[in-house]
């Protein structure tokens, strides 16, 4: 019994040398984790720049700005992906740990270059991380990389946390910026809009901004969104444009208008934003029929008028004129600037019968006319229904 | 040796299983590429065609009940030409284990542990599957009773937690199609993994009552199971993204954010993989080990068994790498799998006819 | 190859050992060996890199078979 005991013991001896952490085994102080990446591409010289974003786990928990930095900015030069790895571990020394970055920066040049190695790069990695969203920069990289933000310690999740909450609250960044959106539209017609950040004032891009009480002093901010065509960016949008183009995308659930009348103004804020499309063709013309439905609440009214039911239509056939003309205007944009704004190429495409046989051609979508019909309804109007009458009214 | 008894439940959920395997993790991605948006439907038809074929096995079996393929073959064939069937299907269980165990071994290697030597995975695996094989189908069966239902109730939560990525405009447009290419998935489709399900018939004698509409109810099930699946992949995944990946199920997992906190649940994928492929290499292993026995009239499956993990760990690195491994799918599996699924039932039923008939006629002469 | 030799060897030799001390039926100790021994050649291949791959000769013969 005794012998049988120490053959089974000695087998599951053996049988451990088998086991995975033998080889797999991770150490956590040889890692280098990488936080953000920036991508930057010299056409002249057609060689990469990539910086590393990379945690300083010490540094997270000391005391901001005094002795230990929560990360470190570490970049590399090279023509290939090969070349750039093998040199970010000579001037890392650590391996390179990418399961927790969370954003990833290119310049515009790059983007406008085209970003497929990037990407196809990416998708290959099995530890990548899809949902994080992609930016496009037309400051100086190097500024972007060698910033501190100020709540959050670490850029990339500060980025990330900007990106999400603008797509959730403001609408001026497409909540499908991320890679994988991109990765999907590389082989359709269909466009994608990525974030642009600046740099504020960019003087003081390093480690004294934690003792800088004015934030906005070398702080990132976002500028407006570029268009992307399967890999390339053919454009840009201001934040204004970005917040129509996503409305009528359907994108866009949540945004702010401003009223203006006799020089006094409404602010109002659109949630729950429904947008049905139907493309349908009429003695020729093929015609795109847009229904937006919008609930509305009063963030702000200085109107002289009293809420009444009256008004308060008024108020909402203003909001809807107002909301087509901003609306119609980004359309003819588009249109004017060859940008497939809201993947109307491929919605032809889609169309199949006889009607729709001439309008397969490449820039038949031009020809597409918008009929536009908004609806909305006000479901807050707040804790006052009248404004105050202050000195001015 | 011993006669287990299974029971129908055990044994449908036992089909179902067999057919899962690492199929509904490798397939979709085949499909896409070549189908697009109508792949979802190739699962049906292949499905369909093969429940078809399925009744065919079903009448050699009920011809020769408390039989196993291998006494069938023994039984119709003789003793040489009825060996020789029945090592060809001894042949044909040990190359389905081995693929499905170079299938775990690259997909753990390629996603998992990417340091760890694919044979470890192998080895470890196979032990495991040995001491199963050891124990008998029923053990095997009533571990597959109480996993199988696990692995169904997550898969279908994690489906549910990837709704906000579906998108109903990824079925369309209609990308063009290759027709001859989808009519050669459909196919292949027969081939990996539904005629792999005819092994089943090595121990079809051990079902209790109900064996044969529980087969093909099974069968119905993982059809529909499949093509869920990749209608579903096609719609939270898309055509283009998952026709480039070689795991899209586990792309998508990876993909699951429910909050910036709780994201990357592919683990959980991971582990249903593991399970439902451990299910089917210890049902493919058992009936091979069951048919070198019934060949030779042994009585203990113990030295059988344990032989043939260094020869199945050995098979299963025949492939060099995944890419060779889909290229020989593409180019060869239908005709290997049409070789045990049809044209060898074909001819034992054929030579079964012909001796029941010449029996018949001698009987009458006889009177 | 001197690990995996090694490796085979003993616990070949385990095996027939408890094979012999348990009196199994000559057929058994037969299929044990002439199993073990299709894995060991089956490795050796493997280890040796002249690669046994049984998966390439039935692709030649479906291949032959479609060609007539």
């Known amino acids: 019994m005794r012998v049988k005991k120490m053959i089974v013991v000695i087998i599951v001896c ?59 900015s570490f970049h590399v030069e090279g023509s290939n992906t090969s070349q750039i790895i093998s040199k970010a571990n000579n001037v890392i020394g650590r391996n390179l740990f990418p399961d927790h970055y969370q954003a990833i920066v290119v310049t515009d040049r790059f983007a406008k270059a085209g970003i497929k190695n990037t990407i196809n790069f990416h998708e290959r990695q099995v530890e990548r991380r899809s949902f994080i969203h992609l ?35 403001f609408g001026t960044v497409s909540k499908f910026s991320r890679m994988k959106d991109i990765a999907e539209n590389m082989e359709t017609s269909a466009t994608t809009f990525l974030p642009i950040v600046g740099i504020q004032d960019s003087n003081q891009p390093n480690a004294k901004r934690y003792e800088e009480i004015n934030a906005n002093l070398g702080n990132l901010v976002l500028t407006g969104g570029a268009i992307m065509k399967k890999d390339q960016m053919i454009g840009r949008l201001g934040l204004s444009d970005m917040k129509s183009t996503l409305i009528l995308r359907g994108e866009n659930e949540r945004f702010y208008n401003t009223l203006h009348s006799n020089g006094k103004m409404m602010d109002i804020q659109s949630i729950n934003t429904k947008v049905n499309k139907k493309l349908t063709i009429e003695d020729g013309t093929p015609i795109w029929k847009v229904n937006l439905y919008t609930e509305l609440r009063i963030l702000d009214n200085n109107l002289d008028e009293p809420l009444t039911l009256q008004n308060q239509n008024k108020v909402k056939e203003r909001y809807k004129k107002f909301l087509i003309k901003q609306l119609i205007a980004i359309y003819e944009k588009g249109k004017k600037q060859n940008w497939d704004l809201f993947d109307l190429e491929a919605t032809l495409q889609r169309s199949q019968g006889k009607e729709w046989k001439n309008m397969h051609k490449k820039d038949s979508w031009k020809k597409i006319k918008l009929d536009l019909e908004v609806n909305c309804k006000f479901i807050d109007v707040g804790e006052i229904i009248d404004p105050y009458k202050g000195k001015g009214s | 040796m011993e006669r287990p008894q299974l029971s129908s439940w055990q044994f449908f959920l036992l ?49 020769y009940p408390k ?91 994690l489906f549910l937690l ?85 795991y899209p199920l586990y792309t998508i997992m990876q993909e699951i954010q429910i909050s910036p906190l709780i994201e990357h649940l592919e683990s959980t994928i991971s582990m249903i993989l593991l399970t439902t492929i ?59 799998g049409a070789l045990y699924g049809i044209i060898l039932p074909l001819i034992l039923l054929a030579v079964s006819g012909i001796r029941k008939f010449s029996n018949r006629q001698k009987e009458n002469i006889a009177k | 190859m001197i690990t995996f030799l090694l490796f085979f060897l003993i616990s070949f030799t385990i095996c027939l050992i408890i094979l012999f001390k348990n009196k199994k039926p000559r057929k058994e100790i037969i299929l044990f060996i002439t199993i073990a021994m299709l894995g060991f050649a089956d490795w050796i291949s493997i280890i040796t890199r002249h690669n046994f791959n049984p998966n390439k000769w039935i692709g030649i013969i479906i291949d032959q078979i479609s060609f007539w």
Not at chain 1, 136 to 158: H, N, Q, R
Not at chain 2, 220 to 232: D, E, I, K, P
Request: charged share 15%.
């Open chain 2, 162 to 246: 990837t709704i906000p990525d579906w998108k109903w405009e990824r079925f369309e447009p209609l990308l063009p199609f290759d027709w001859n290419a989808s009519v050669k998935n459909t196919s292949n489709l027969m081939a990996f993994p539904f005629f792999e399900s005819f092994t089943l018939m090595i121990i079809i004698p051990y079902v209790k009552n109900k064996a044969k509409k529980n087969f093909l109810l099974g069968m119905g099930c993982y059809t529909l199971l499949l093509s869920m699946v990749t209608f579903f992949i096609i719609g939270t995944l898309g055509v283009v993204r998952s026709s480039h990946a070689i």
């Open chain 2, 278 to 336: 451990f299910v089917k290499i210890s049902i493919t292993y058992y009936c091979c080990v069951l048919g070198i026995c019934q060949l030779f009239q042994l009585k203990d499956r113990t030295w059988v068994s344990i032989p043939l993990i260094l020869l199945v760990s050995g098979i299963a690195m025949a492939f060099e790498d995944i890419v060779e491994d889909v290229d020989w799918y593409n180019k060869y599996a239908f005709a290997n």
């Open chain 2, 15 to 63: 089909t179902i299983s067999h057919l899962i395997g690492s199929a509904f993790f490798y397939i979709p991605s085949t499909l896409v590429g070549t189908s697009k948006q109508i792949s979802w439907i190739l699962p049906l038809i292949a499905g369909a065609f093969t429940i078809i074929i399925a009744c065919l096995w079903l009448h050699l079996a009920s011809q």
């Open chain 1, 135 to 169: 930016f496009v920069t037309e400051s100086p990289l190097e500024k972007i990389m060698k910033t501190y933000m100020t709540l959050d310690k670490l850029e990339g999740t500060a980025l990330r946390a900007l990106a999400e909450n603008q797509a959730k609250e």
């Open chain 2, 67 to 157: 039989h196993s393929l291998i006494q069938i073959c023994l039984k119709v064939g003789g003793k040489y030409v009825g060996c020789f069937f029945a090592l060809l299907y001894i042949w044909y269980c040990l190359q389905i284990t081995s693929w499905v165990t170079r299938d775990i071994g690259n997909f753990a290697k390629m996603t998992l542990l990417p340091h760890t030597p694919i044979t470890m995975f192998h080895i470890m695996f196979l032990l495991i599957i040995c001491y199963a094989s050891i124990k008998g189908i029923d053990t095997i069966a009533r571990t597959n009773e109480l996993l199988l239902p696990i692995v169904i109730i997550t898969l279908f939560i």
């Open chain 1, 14 to 72: 053996c049988l451990t040398y088998c086991l995975s952490g033998c080889w797999d085994m991770v150490e956590i102080n040889q890692l280098a984790i990488i936080n953000m990446t920036g991508i930057d591409f010299d056409p002249k010289t057609k060689k990469l720049k990539v910086y590393y974003h990379i945690i300083n786990p010490k540094g997270i928990t000391a005391k901001p700005g005094v002795d230990r930095a929560p990360f470190y």
